[in-house]
């Protein structure tokens, strides 16, 4: 009987040891993802001698009373980088642009995508990077990008 008994506390001090090894397992911090380096995309070539540049986001332009507070800093932040890098004059009406730089920012994914502003909005995107965090105030990686890869085919 004595031994029953003792098999039996073996028993549930094995399943506790168990058990808290799981949830110690479960719950021990995970090492961040790391995002793998993103190659740029060439820029089109049959953009590199636009002058005016329009930023909108895909969901209205910054003046729109229902555009989400983070499209409306993601098309001020863009619109700050190209004032900043000179290489475009920024346009406030679509009809004067020759390249239409549409952005989304969600929690998830910002997007920078560029389009030819003749047969816009039809046309489809020309040149598009995506990330999370891509469009933040401070840092705009996705703009970086896009400097680098319109110098990338001027260079040519």
């Not at 110690?24 to 590199?48: C, D, H, I, R, S």
């Not at 209205?60 to 409306?72: I, Y």
């Not at 933040?136 to 990008?145: C, G, H, K, Y």
């Amino acid at each position: 009987m004595k031994n029953s008994i003792k098999a039996k506390v073996h028993s549930c001090a094995v399943l506790a040891v168990v058990l808290l090894a799981t949830t110690l397992a479960l719950a021990a911090p995970k090492a961040p993802k790391t995002n793998p380096p993103q190659t740029v995309p060439a820029f089109p070539g049959t953009l590199v001698n636009a002058r005016f540049v329009y930023v909108t986001s895909y969901d209205g332009d910054q003046f729109n009373p229902n555009l989400l507070s983070e499209e409306r800093e993601a098309i001020a932040t863009v619109q700050d980088a190209m004032q900043k890098w000179g290489k475009f004059i920024l346009v406030y009406e679509p009809h004067q642009a020759d390249i239409i730089l549409m952005v989304m920012s969600r929690p998830s994914e910002d997007v920078l995508a560029v389009y030819d502003a003749h047969g816009w909005p039809q046309n489809q995107y020309l040149w598009r990077m995506m990330g999370r965090s891509g469009l933040q105030p401070s840092e705009a990686p996705l703009v970086t990008n896009l400097e680098k890869a319109f110098e990338q085919a001027t260079a040519k």
